[in-house]
Every structure is written in C-alpha cells, then in structure tokens.
C-alpha cells in the first residue's frame, strides 16, 4: 500500500541558507554600527614614554641663570686728571679705607694751585692788617677821650675857682665868662668823643663780623685747594676687595674716568635675564629659590631693570637667609623663579608630546594596557618637570608623554 511521503518545511539546504543570510545581515549591522571605526596605529610600547597621572604639589616657575655680583660696588673715579706716576697695589688686592691705590702727576694743577694759594694768603694779610687797624683805631679813640677828659677836669677846676671870685666881685665878668665858655666847650667836646667811640665800636663790631666770614671762607678755599691737590693720591673708599684695576705708569687718567672699583666681601646678588614675556608677571620682593647638594636657598628680587635688549630684561636678586659658601664672583647659578605657591594639584610629567597636541590631548592607555586612545584634557599652568592638568585626567591613569610625531592624528594606538 502506497504511503503519502509529506515534504519537509526546513530541509539542510534551507537551514544553511537561511544561516548564511543571517551571518551576511549580522556582519553588515557589526560593520554599519557595532565595529570600532577609530583610526588605529600600531605601535611598540618599549619606544614609547609612559607617565601616570598623579596628585601631588605643584609650583609654577621659570629657570632662570644668575650670575653673581658683589652686592655692594663702590666706584673709583680720577677727581682729578693727570698722568699715573706711581702705582701702590695690584688688582684683586684687599684694601682698607684710605689706602693708597696709585698717584698721578699734574703740573698744571700743582701751578695753579701755588699761584691760587698766593693770593689767598695775600688776601688774608690784607685783612688781618684791616682787624689790626680797627683794633688801633679804637685805642687812638680811647687816647682822645682821655686827652679830652684831662683837659675837661682842668677848666673844671678853673671854671670853680673863678666862680667864687666872680661871686666876690674879685675879678671881671668877661674874664669869668671867657672860663664858662671854654668849660661848656669841652664838655661838648667829650660827649662828642664818646659818640664817636660808640660809632666806631659798632663799625669795628660789624667789620670784623665781615672779615671774619671773609677770611673764613679764604680759609675754605685754601682747604679745597688742597684738598684737589691731594685728589692726585687716589686713595681706597672702602674696605674691601680692588677689582677691574687695569693701569699702567705713564697712563694718562682723565678726569671722571673709572680706574677700578672696590667690591664689599661677604655679600653678594644674582643678575639674571628673564624673557620680556613674563615682564609683566615680575615684581621686587618676587621669591627664586637655588638648590645646591640638598639644600634650598631662597632669593627675592631686589631690583627691575625694565628696559628690554635682545627679547628679555634684567633682575637684581638677594640672598634672604644666608649665602651658599661655594658662591663666588663671576660664577653662574641655576634658579627658579616662583610665580605662585606650592598647591596640590593633578600633575603629568612634561614630555614632547605637548609640542605636537598644544596641550589639547593626550593618548591616555585602558586599563589592559593594551592600547591607548585619544582623550581631551586641558593643561592650566606648567613648570619645567610637570603640567598641572584641570580637566580630562584622573589620577592613576597612564599616558604617553612623548613625541606623537609619527602617530599623525590616530585616535588609538594598539601597543606590541
């Protein structure tokens, strides 16, 4: 008896077309939609510089070179100008106040100084002779007064004696009147000597005042020119050390030229030069620190050269505390010069990549370690081994610091 065979709905050559179907239509959604479209690169990990992002304090600053200087330079200038005639000591030599340092020779200052002193001392015999004959007249004053007063007592006793006689009628009245006359006379005459005397006393008191002020000041004078002839011995103006001394006998020595100048030991500054883009970010009292076998040394800026040569002006610099021993004229220091404060802060290590991405991004690795991809941060301040990082990172993760030259713009970068 015949069976009825029924055809099967889903043969093997259904199902695996219907497999192939699906697989095609799986892998066309993963290629439209699922797979990693990110540009990708390969790179070997042992070529690569590896930072972790870390909290830790950060301080904004520059480097800066300094080269110390004596704090304090006192300047020796020729006052005088004239010819060296004889040398006493030699650069670098330590010096005491007043020491002499060399003596120039100029004839025509020597000459002009003997004519000067001449009439100087004329000028005060002339006027030590005005005070003698002031001091004379008064006494010849005085001889009158006395003459006068001699005389006076004289007619006095005259003038009494022929008053009683005229009382008595004893002699005549012209002859009285003659001796009355006479009497008045002189006593006139001696009040007229005393005002004189007081005249003259008050002119003598007034002229010797003045020739006093005169003589004193001939006096100064004589002082001075002595005092420039004495400025051809070129002499130390503190103590301390002579440098930049470079004269030779025979030299000729202008007046107002520099011949060297004294450098005070024990104390010294740092001149240093600074980009003029952080002109406006410097100021006096500004901190710098130097560091030197372990130990940090704090500086301040005393002093702002603002005037800009070649891209960058000039600071003075002090040492706050105490001075490094090893520290010596004309030697270079390495400083840093703080713009802020120590802050806590997330903070990368500097590295090249930042020339590449200006800070922008950074190729951060997953926590395999396998790749690493392109993540945007932003960087605010940076010193010469960190950036402080305020956005995009967290600390803990990995970065790749150095150069992305050859990465062009790959948004992954596979590691081997």
Excluded at 45 to 69: H, W, Y
Excluded at 188 to 193: G, K, P, T, V
Aim: hydrophobic residues 40%; proline residues 2%; glycine residues 6%.
């Amino acid at each position: 008896m015949d069976r009825k065979i029924e055809k099967k709905k889903w043969t093997a050559r259904k199902i695996a077309l219907l497999a192939s179907i699906t697989f095609l239509l799986l892998l066309l959604l993963y290629l439209l939609f699922f797979r990693d479209k990110s540009s990708k690169l390969h790179a070997q990990r042992n070529q690569l510089t590896i930072a972790e992002v870390s909290m830790g304090k950060f301080q904004e600053f520059i480097p800066i070179d300094g080269i110390v200087l004596p704090k304090t330079t006192i300047y020796i200038d020729a006052v005088m100008g004239g010819s060296v005639q004889k040398i006493y000591v030699e650069d670098g030599a330590m010096l005491n106040t007043g020491d002499t340092i060399l003596k120039l020779i100029n004839t025509q200052l020597e000459l002009s100084y003997m004519e000067q002193e001449t009439r100087i001392f004329e000028a005060i015999n002339n006027l030590q002779n005005t005070k003698i004959s002031l001091e004379q007249s008064k006494y010849t004053r005085q001889r009158e007064i006395v003459a006068v007063q001699q005389q006076l007592e004289t007619i006095k006793a005259e003038y009494n004696r022929l008053k009683k006689l005229f009382t008595d009628s004893l002699i005549a009245a012209r002859e009285f009147e003659d001796t009355e006359r006479s009497y008045r006379y002189t006593i006139q005459q001696l009040e007229i000597n005393r005002q004189l005397q007081r005249l003259d006393s008050l002119s003598a008191i007034r002229r010797n005042k003045q020739i006093d002020v005169s003589m004193d000041r001939l006096f100064n004078n004589l002082d001075l020119l002595r005092t420039s002839l004495g400025n051809l011995y070129i002499t130390a103006p503190a103590s301390g050390q002579l440098s930049s001394f470079n004269i030779e006998v025979g030299q000729t020595a202008a007046t107002g030229v520099h011949i060297g100048h004294i450098d005070v030991p024990g104390e010294f500054k740092l001149r240093a030069n600074i980009d003029e883009r952080y002109i406006s970010r410097v100021s006096t009292g500004q901190e710098a620190s130097y560091e030197f076998n372990g130990v940090t040394y704090n500086l301040s800026i005393q002093k702002i050269f603002t005037e800009v040569t070649s891209g960058s002006f000039q600071v003075d610099l002090v040492f706050i505390d105490e001075y490094p021993a090893h520290v010596k004229r004309g030697q270079t220091l390495q400083l840093r010069l703080h713009f802020s404060g120590e802050t806590d802060a997330i903070i990368v290590r500097r590295g090249s990549f930042f020339q590449q991405t200006g800070g922008n991004w950074i190729y951060v690795l997953d926590p395999s370690g396998e790749f690493a991809t392109r993540r945007n941060i932003r960087i605010n301040r940076q010193n010469t081994s960190f950036y402080e990082i305020t956005e995009g990172l967290q600390p803990g993760e990995m970065v790749i610091v150095s150069s992305y030259e050859s990465f062009g713009n790959k948004d992954k970068i596979i590691l081997k």
